[in-house]
């Protein structure tokens, strides 16, 4: 309990009734909703799955997970959603580290398949685990690292990369993969080879969160516009400040080759089989 009042936000979204919306309170208001924003903002300190059907608090164990740091039920219908917490916070803005969000991603759709948890939830609230509606087990005191959760899994699957479907954290690692890919082509009509003035460098951003935007709304259960601003802030950062034409170049070459090594790889595969 302590580590979840420690990590929520100070103002988190929180509801008592679904239906009517989401609003924003200081955190000592928004503890007293049945529905709050767990995890910070541009942050994930607990991955967070819902299941919607009877007993659904024992979908972890049903699924050879382990025990997770809490469960709250709806003792009307019991469904229920499921919570583990990071021992370390994974950013989801932050362009220099995609390698643990990608972890991550894969983690959640390994969990949400094996508990056959909704795939449509965005995990931007939940059930609060410390308000009276509902019927909360506290599992595990000391939060799980990647690794950890990553070995209760025979497989760890790849998050859907399509953004027409991509759901869950999956869509934080598409925006920023797809947004990359384009800016690194896009930046050549924004930075000219003498040096960019400021104008130059805000007419760029403004470029890069329109784009963002643009692909924000083709999933299905879009990101939250904070999301959105800091992923876009953070491409527009990264890209500006390292691209040039000759280290572009060098990228597209390398990206060429091995492009070559797999199709080469795929070839000698299907041959070896044939014969």
Known sequence: MDFFLSALPNRPYCTDDLAAGLRVRPKSEALRRSHIQANPPSARAFLLLDVDRPAGAHAWDDGGLPAPTWTATNPANGHAHIAYALSTPVITTDAA???PLRYLASIETGYRLATQADRAYTALITKNPIHPRWIVDWGRSVPFGLDELAEYLPVLPKPETRREVAVGIGRNVVLFESLRRWAYSAIRTHKPSEAGTKSAAERWHAAVMDRAESMNAEFPKPLSVSEVKATAKSVAKWVWQRFDATSFSEHQSELA???????????????SQFL
Request: charged share 45%; glycine share 0%.
């Open 97 to 99: 580290r995609l390698k």
């Open 257 to 271: 080759i091995r492009r070559k090594e797999k199709q080469r790889a795929a070839t000698q595969q299907l041959i």
